[in-house]
């Protein structure tokens, strides 16, 4: 099976692309710029350039696909914008693998996406599983609640670096998951009958809260978290406020996701339903704990190297006079 992969730069691209060679998958993925996708090269993955916004440059990366994995997003540092990446490029995107005929058309999406649609990225989400749905191309879409991954940002690094941690009253845990779990979904999916024409929620077996996540780095790293509350009212108001300009909807979109874990009737997922479709049981899973536990033996043991390396300089410095 021949996949053409996007987004594959990302934090889920590329762990699909790693697992996807791992599995003899036949690998192209569309790029805008080349340089930086260098490292799939060296992987052994074929590079086209394409843009999603120019629906031109991609005829030849359809060329022999079999399965579309659209793992691409609008992030903060983007020169586009969310409607050009998450709407105008993803329905090029579509309609180009309509006209191809590939057999599946694999798209991630947000869990809860029909509760807000003032959230302008939550909103392109919710519309394009719809238009997805009624394309007539075979699909799968996923939704996620988010990724182990994001936690270190919020919580491991601040920690670590004794920087206030922002948090409000919590209501909710989240299925957080592991991005290299999620890849196994995925590729499971592209051979499986029952997937086809589905979405799934998708996360881990055992949702956490904020609060259970900053316990264990404080555990794991030995150093007590700085936490600032956030009023919800601040938030409210600085949502409503950033809404009014583009250039920070995605300051807008990360407080509005912030006050959805608020007031959200439910940010967990069933995992039943997706062990009796894919036969992934809970314990084939990444847990958050294992997970931050691996992240901080790795870096306090780069650290306890750098410390000797900083020592040995010193030493030879002070050897030198």
Do not use: H
């Not at 579309?68 to 983007?78: G, L, N, Q, Y």
Request: charged share 20%; with cysteine; hydrophobic share 40%.
């Amino acid at each position: 099976m021949a996949l053409l992969i996007i987004g594959a730069t990302g934090t889920l691209g590329r762990q699909i692309v790693r697992r996807a060679l791992n599995e003899d998958y036949k690998i192209r993925c569309l790029v805008r710029n080349i340089r930086k996708a260098r490292f799939l090269r060296e992987w052994g993955v074929e590079l086209i350039y394409g843009d999603l916004n120019s629906p031109q440059t991609l005829i030849r990366s359809f060329k022999g696909i079999t399965a579309i994995i659209d793992a691409s997003t609008c992030r903060s540092a983007d020169a586009l914008n969310v409607k050009e990446v998450d709407w105008d490029g993803k329905i090029a995107l579509l309609q180009a693998s309509k006209v191809a005929k590939v057999k599946r058309f694999i798209f991630f999406s947000v869990l809860n996406t029909n509760q807000r649609n003032y959230i302008p990225l939550m909103k392109l989400k919710f519309n394009f599983e719809y238009v997805t749905r009624n394309s007539k191309v075979p699909y799968t879409i996923f939704q996620l609640s988010g990724f182990f991954q994001g936690l270190i940002g919020q919580y491991a690094i601040p920690i670590l670096e004794q920087q206030s941690i922002y948090t409000v009253k919590e209501t909710v845990p989240v299925s957080y998951i592991d991005t290299d779990d999620v890849t196994i979904f995925c590729l499971k999916s592209l051979d499986l009958k029952l997937a086809e024409n589905k979405t799934f929620s998708l996360g881990n077996p055992n949702p956490i809260l904020a609060s259970t996540a900053i316990q264990i780095c404080e555990k794991l790293s030995g150093q007590k978290a700085k936490v600032n509350k956030l009023s919800i009212n601040n938030v409210r108001v600085g949502r409503i406020l950033t809404n009014f300009f583009q250039w920070s909807w995605n300051i807008a979109d990360r407080l509005a996701f912030i006050e959805l874990l608020l007031d959200s009737e439910d940010f967990k997922i069933n995992y039943g339903s997706l062990q009796k479709t894919f036969s992934i049981f809970p314990s084939d899973l990444l847990t958050s704990e294992i997970y931050f536990q691996q992240y901080f033996e790795q870096i306090l043991s780069k650290l306890k190297d750098l410390n000797y390396d900083q020592n040995q300089m010193t030493k030879r410095r002070d050897l030198t006079f």
